[in-house]
């Protein structure tokens, strides 16, 4: 996308995607949204840091680009508070995240509340979407259900990302079964057989993606499971390198959904 936006965008839309999730804001929101636009693409929602709520610039991009969605990526730990963190690198935070705390987690659940409060006022809902660190277990407690169970339904949703889930060991068939009315995106990413599992913020650089159809997930059970709640957009997520170039890989996991959805 960095390379030839116009091109990439064009091939997205030819290979059959019709709906985008961006995972940062664009430079010029306007001209973005119109090349989107002309091939068809919508744009639902981005990914986001719980500090950037704050910044107005944030608000206003989400407007020009008429985003539903703000999506919280990461946790936020408290000790950091408003600090910037989008430009430390792996090796900075994770020494920093291996000290997270149930205590961190429901203090991002009050923010969560509080800012999803204020963004609904003005048409946007909050969201918050899962890394492997979120499935850390603190004795009986999961982060991840800290946050689903201490955060309004009306004002915070949330973005499975099933590969992070599998990562950590955990099933997303669960947490859809458990949580169906609060799970309203999907990340859809797999990985390889004979992945390490691991609730460290560095699990993005252990192991490898594969392709839908190709990795370890049962997805039309997935599926299944996912149609009886409240999933209102699916997302093809690809990180890192794959068995095939980019455009080739989101092409070839869209033709394994077509097959059962």
Known sequence: LEANEVRTLEEVARIGYRELELYQLPKSPGEFKKRCGDVGLRLIGCHV???SLDDPKTLE???RLGLQYLI???PTLRAIGTKDISNMSVAELTPLYEKISTDDYRWNAEQFNRYGAALKKIGL??????HAVDLKRFGNDVALDILIQNTDPSLVVFEMDCGHVI??????VRYLEQYPQRIQLLHLKDLKPGYSVSSSIDTEEKDVNAELGKGVIDWPHLFQVAKR?????????HEGPMDHPPLESIGNSLQYLRRFT
């Open 125 to 130: 809902q909050l969201g918050y979407h899962n």
């Open 229 to 237: 709640g409240s999933i209102k957009h699916y997302f093809v997520e």
């Open 167 to 172: 990562h950590a060991g955990a099933d997303p």
């Open 61 to 63: 991009v989400a407007r």
């Open 72 to 74: 919280v990526v990461f």
């Open 49 to 51: 840091y719980l500090q």
